[in-house]
């Protein structure tokens, strides 16, 4: 990327536009909102003498709050990833492709072999796909949920989805070949029951078999799983685990991967909402974009971090 | 007290012999041996299945190794010849590793023997490595750098059968040593194996990249 502060003279001039739309959105927005709170205070003391008539009144005064606001901020963010993001990207990544609105397919999802649950609502956005150096990557944010039926005591249901998985999920090549699955999971009963926890990670049958590894704080972090001793060892080179180990630590999330199908998943679990700037912060101020940058910058750097770009091996 | 009661009134019962019977000495044993033969016979069994099955996994890894190796013979000529009309000052190298070669293909010879070979072979494809790095020439040269790629390939899948053997040696060696399961390796007869021993060189996991960026 070139100099950050070269990019921010780039878009200064569009800065400057979507800056004053912003304050004036804003403005619109705090109108509304002082709309919604006098119709909400009616709402109020209508209650006092014709209570069905007052909650009514401050129900609606509430949703022309949240309208007012959601509406601005979609705006805002549509101005944005349309305007100005492309831009960034551009600088930081040259040659990506990238859709606000789309995502890494279900299919896609469910291929990586991750998560084993079902998922019955799939939503995601910011999808990025491009080559780095020689590695193709594509990845987005993914949430994920599972949606239960519960049955309570007086026979009433209950439908709630429950996260499977919410964060940033990658798809790219690897530089070796590999012919077998190899899964590399966040170790829960070891780092909670020691060894015994790892005796029973062996009982995991909805895995192949437990590759253990050499490394004591790899396997203190993950559970590795493969059909083939040897290719898991081939694939998870002591240098590679490390680098790993690296990634987990830079971004500071539960890291979950697998290698199948001649692929290589990656999916990074985080509540933060990435690419994204606040509607209440100022353009001008720099830190939102600096922000933005880093978050792109670290994204494409997992190739280089993994160092997926060397080609030694026999593939090209 | 209840026995006592029913010995009064019905002396002659089937049920009296019944649990008269429950109360023999030799019926608490046989309840005993009943009990703990079936859990006797489960563990010995389980012990020797897996057992047997880290022997099995331990002799699969060590092939894994050997079949790697045996990839490695092939590529050596190819590579030598490559190389050989380039490398002048290096002519001592190539024909020691290609004498290192046949020594280790000998069928006569023992397994120590034979990776002590292996791990003076490798160390002279490192020599190799490095010493092309000095001939533009040879680094320019497409054949030289699939040899290296192919070289590099089973370089990776030598050392990655290694770490897995070694994996499947701890874990047999474990077993043997360990109790219970000591017992019945010791009725089976079943020793405990060598590690590999990995050449430095490896464990400290070179960046063969760099080698390529100089």
Same mark, same amino acid.
């Given at each position: 990327?070139?100099?950050?502060?070269?990019?921010?003279?780039?878009?200064?001039?569009?800065?400057?536009?979507? !800056?004053?739309?912003?304050?004036?959105?804003?403005?619109?927005?705090?109108?509304?909102?002082?709309?919604?709170?006098?119709?909400?205070?009616?709402?109020?003391?209508?209650?006092?003498?014709?209570?069905?008539?007052?909650?009514?009144?401050?129900?609606?005064?509430?949703?022309?709050?949240?309208?007012?606001?959601?509406?601005?901020? =979609?705006?805002?963010?549509?101005?944005?990833?349309?305007?100005?993001?492309?831009?960034?990207?551009?600088?930081?990544?040259?040659?990506?492709?990238?859709?606000?609105? =789309?995502?890494? =397919?279900?299919?896609?999802?469910?291929?990586?072999?991750?998560?084993?649950?079902?998922?019955?609502?799939?939503?995601?956005?910011?999808? /990025?796909?491009?080559?780095?150096?020689?590695?193709?990557?594509?990845?987005?944010?993914?949430?994920?949920?599972?949606?239960?039926?519960?049955?309570?005591?007086?026979? %009433?249901?209950?439908?709630?989805?429950?996260?499977?998985?919410?964060?940033?999920?990658?798809?790219?090549?690897?530089?070796?070949?590999?012919?077998?699955?190899?899964?590399?999971?966040?170790?829960?009963?070891?780092?909670?029951?020691?060894?015994?926890?790892?005796?029973?990670?062996?009982?995991?049958?909805?895995?192949? +078999?437990?590759?253990?590894?050499?490394?004591?704080?790899?396997?203190?972090?993950?559970?590795?799983?493969?059909? +083939?001793?040897?290719? =898991?060892?081939?694939?998870?080179?002591?240098?590679?685990?490390?680098?790993?180990?690296?990634?987990?630590?830079?971004?500071?999330?539960?890291?979950?991967?697998?290698?199948?199908?001649?692929?290589?998943?990656?999916?990074?679990?985080?509540?933060?909402?990435?690419?994204?700037?606040?509607?209440?912060?100022?353009?001008?101020?720099?830190?939102?974009?600096?922000?933005?940058? /880093?978050?792109?910058?670290?994204? /494409?750097?997992?190739?280089?971090?993994?160092?997926?770009?060397?080609?030694?091996? #026999?593939? +090209? | 007290?209840?026995?006592?009661?029913?010995?009064?009134?019905?002396?002659?019962?089937?049920?009296?012999?019944?649990?008269?019977?429950?109360?023999?000495?030799?019926?608490?044993?046989?309840?005993?041996?009943?009990?703990?033969?079936?859990?006797?016979?489960?563990?010995?069994?389980?012990?020797?299945?897996?057992?047997?099955?880290?022997?099995?996994?331990?002799?699969?890894?060590?092939?894994?190794?050997?079949?790697?190796?045996?990839?490695?013979?092939?590529?050596?000529?190819?590579?030598?010849?490559?190389?050989?009309?380039?490398?002048?000052?290096?002519?001592?190298?190539?024909?020691?590793?290609?004498?290192?070669?046949?020594?280790?293909?000998?069928?006569?010879?023992?397994?120590?023997?034979?990776?002590?070979?292996?791990?003076?072979?490798?160390?002279?494809?490192?020599?190799?490595?490095?010493?092309?790095?000095?001939?533009? +020439?040879?680094?320019?040269?497409?054949?030289?750098?699939?040899?290296?790629?192919?070289?590099?390939?089973? !370089?990776?899948?030598?050392?990655?059968?290694?770490?897995?053997?070694?994996?499947?040696?701890? #874990?047999?060696?474990?077993?043997?040593?360990?109790?219970?399961?000591?017992?019945?390796?010791?009725?089976?007869?079943?020793?405990?194996?060598?590690?590999?021993?990995?050449?430095?060189?490896? %464990?400290?996991?070179?960046?063969?990249?760099?080698?390529?960026?100089?």
């Amino acid at each position: 990327m070139r100099d950050k502060d070269t990019l921010l003279e780039k878009l200064r001039p569009r800065l400057t536009e979507i !800056e004053t739309w912003r304050i004036n959105q804003r403005a619109k927005g705090s109108k509304g909102t002082w709309i919604g709170t006098g119709i909400a205070a009616l709402g109020g003391i209508f209650f006092l003498f014709f209570p069905p008539a007052g909650i009514v009144i401050l129900i609606g005064g509430i949703i022309t709050i949240i309208i007012v606001r959601a509406t601005g901020y =979609s705006k805002f963010k549509k101005r944005f990833k349309n305007e100005i993001f492309p831009i960034v990207i551009e600088e930081v990544q040259p040659g990506v492709n990238y859709n606000s609105d =789309s995502h890494i =397919s279900k299919s896609t999802f469910h291929a990586s072999r991750i998560f084993l649950q079902d998922v019955d609502r799939f939503n995601g956005e910011d999808y /990025f796909s491009g080559t780095v150096g020689e590695t193709h990557i594509e990845f987005s944010e993914i949430h994920a949920e599972d949606k239960q039926v519960r049955v309570d005591s007086k026979g %009433r249901t209950r439908t709630e989805y429950v996260t499977v998985f919410k964060g940033l999920f990658f798809v790219t090549e690897f530089h070796k070949h590999f012919n077998g699955e190899t899964y590399v999971l966040p170790d829960v009963t070891e780092s909670w029951l020691g060894k015994f926890g790892r005796k029973l990670q062996k009982w995991n049958w909805s895995r192949p +078999d437990l590759v253990e590894l050499e490394n004591v704080d790899f396997e203190k972090l993950f559970s590795v799983y493969g059909t +083939d001793q040897i290719e =898991s060892r081939y694939l998870l080179t002591p240098k590679m685990m490390e680098l790993i180990m690296e990634l987990r630590s830079k971004f500071g999330c539960t890291t979950y991967m697998s290698f199948l199908n001649d692929k290589f998943y990656i999916a990074l679990s985080s509540n933060h909402d990435f690419f994204e700037l606040k509607f209440s912060e100022s353009l001008m101020n720099s830190k939102g974009l600096e922000r933005l940058i /880093f978050e792109l910058q670290t994204c /494409f750097d997992i190739v280089e971090d993994l160092q997926l770009n060397t080609r030694i091996w #026999s593939k +090209d | 007290m209840y026995i006592a009661t029913l010995s009064n009134r019905r002396s002659n019962s089937t049920l009296y012999t019944w649990l008269n019977f429950l109360h023999k000495p030799y019926f608490h044993n046989m309840i005993i041996i009943l009990i703990f033969i079936p859990i006797v016979a489960i563990w010995a069994i389980t012990v020797y299945n897996g057992l047997i099955g880290k022997k099995n996994n331990a002799e699969e890894a060590f092939s894994g190794i050997d079949v790697q190796l045996k990839k490695r013979w092939d590529l050596i000529p190819n590579l030598v010849a490559a190389v050989k009309e380039f490398m002048s000052h290096e002519r001592g190298i190539l024909e020691e590793i290609t004498k290192l070669r046949g020594q280790a293909m000998q069928d006569n010879i023992g397994d120590q023997e034979r990776f002590g070979l292996e791990n003076q072979i490798s160390s002279m494809l490192g020599k190799i490595k490095v010493a092309v790095e000095a001939y533009p +020439d040879l680094k320019a040269n497409n054949n030289v750098t699939e040899l290296q790629h192919s070289l590099n390939e089973v !370089e990776a899948q030598i050392s990655a059968s290694r770490r897995a053997y070694n994996a499947a040696v701890k #874990s047999l060696n474990n077993a043997v040593e360990m109790f219970p399961s000591n017992i019945m390796a010791n009725i089976m007869n079943m020793k405990t194996r060598e590690f590999f021993e990995i050449p430095r060189e490896e %464990r400290e996991s070179v960046d063969v990249g760099a080698l390529f960026d100089k």
